[in-house]
């Protein structure tokens, strides 16, 4: 059993910065290929990005490509979404998401963290 934690959201102008992280319990967090999410209000939820389970391979929505960085310490069982550049129309609730290998549904789910761009 695998419980996802995030947290690091917040209020941030237009061109600011933000780091959420993603706090996972259980031992074999390092085997997990972890996603984040994010969800506006009347949207679907979209993909922003992946990383693998050694943190080796890393991919990213068109959307988030060069502002946003995903990485892992697996001794932390953490990872991280170093979000700059930030735009209004990031404004969502950001999620992790924890599946054993590339393609597989996901097992785990957090709870989500409110990220609010002004401009």
């Known amino acids: 059993q695998v419980q996802l934690v995030e947290s690091g959201g917040g209020l941030a102008q237009a061109g600011g910065s933000l780091r959420l992280s993603c706090a996972a319990s259980?031992?074999?967090?390092?085997?997990?290929?972890i996603n984040w999410f994010r969800q506006a209000p009347g949207q679907e939820r979209e993909f922003v990005a992946t990383?693998?389970?050694?943190?080796?391979?890393?991919y990213y929505a068109d959307s988030v490509k060069g502002r946003f960085t995903i990485s892992r310490d697996n001794a932390k069982n953490t990872v991280y979404l170093q979000m700059n550049s930030l735009k209004p129309e990031d404004t969502a609730v950001y999620y992790c998401?924890?599946?054993?290998?590339?393609?597989?549904?996901?097992?785990?789910w957090g709870q989500g963290t409110q990220v609010t761009v002004s401009s």
């Open positions: 998401a924890a599946r054993t290998g590339w393609g597989n549904e996901f097992d785990y």
């Open positions: 259980g031992r074999t967090f390092s085997g997990y290929v």
């Open positions: 990383i693998s389970s050694s943190g080796s391979t890393t």
